[in-house]
């Protein structure tokens, strides 16, 4: 069954939180494509958790369950990603942030349209890939179902990031100046970076 589900919570919730394709592609749809759009860019995105994670499972099961170095290994691996992504968080906290998005066209595509949006950006996200095989598996214990723990797991980080983004366009929506300003995201970043040094240390260290 899963194990560490706070901490797990809380990593989720840094990782949505760091500014990539997905934010922009959340803020743009806030700002451009209209609610429709951006139920179904949220829906889309949603989903990409759940297939990552069962496919992780998938080939995962029979790694965990048959060699416990193996899973010491993907614990180790997980870590070092969390402080990679810390570090470059705190690097990159002195830089401007911009939240114009990537792509532009106000274009409204409605839900369908907004769901392969969302759909296929977290599908080409490799920070969502590598997470689901490195990190995932380290927040499920040796005994038990341990696809359906990773499934569910992944189900949870699906929510997770869903109800950052939900925050996210909501406060963009209510008040785009407040969001824009670089003070705001460059705070976030820097206390971001920080625990997920910390996160990575200590699931490394096995913690």
């Known amino acids: 069954m899963p194990t560490h589900v706070p ?25 451009e494509g209209g609610q ?39 614990r180790i691996a997980g870590g070092i ?28 595509t409605g839900f369908a349209g907004g769901y392969l949006i969302g759909l296929s ?9 590598v997470f689901a095989v490195s990190v995932l598996p380290q927040f499920v214990t040796e005994e038990g179902p341990v696809f359906l723990s990773t499934v569910a797991l992944g189900a949870l980080w699906a929510l ?3 109800s950052w983004y939900m925050l996210l366009t909501w406060a963009v929506g209510r008040g785009r100046a407040l969001v824009s300003q670089p003070a705001v ?14 996160l990575g240390a200590a699931v490394a260290a096995g913690f």
């Open 185 to 198: 995201m460059r705070g976030l970043r820097v206390t971001t970076g920080v625990v997920l040094l910390g």
């Open 7 to 31: 901490v797990f919570i809380v990593t989720t919730l840094l990782l949505a939180m760091l500014p990539g394709a997905s934010q922009a592609l959340m803020i743009r749809q806030a700002l």
């Open 121 to 129: 950006t977290n599908l080409g996200n490799p920070k969502a890939g």
């Open 36 to 74: 429709r759009t951006l139920r179904g860019t949220l829906a889309g995105n949603a989903s990409g958790f759940l297939l990552w994670s069962t496919a992780a499972a998938a080939g995962l099961s029979a790694v965990l369950l048959a060699s416990p170095t193996a899973y010491a290994v993907l």
């Open 81 to 108: 990603v969390l402080m990679i992504l810390g570090a470059n968080t705190l690097r990159t906290a002195r830089t401007t942030v911009s939240t114009r998005p990537t792509h532009e066209g106000g274009r409204r």
């Open 160 to 162: 997770v990031s869903a």
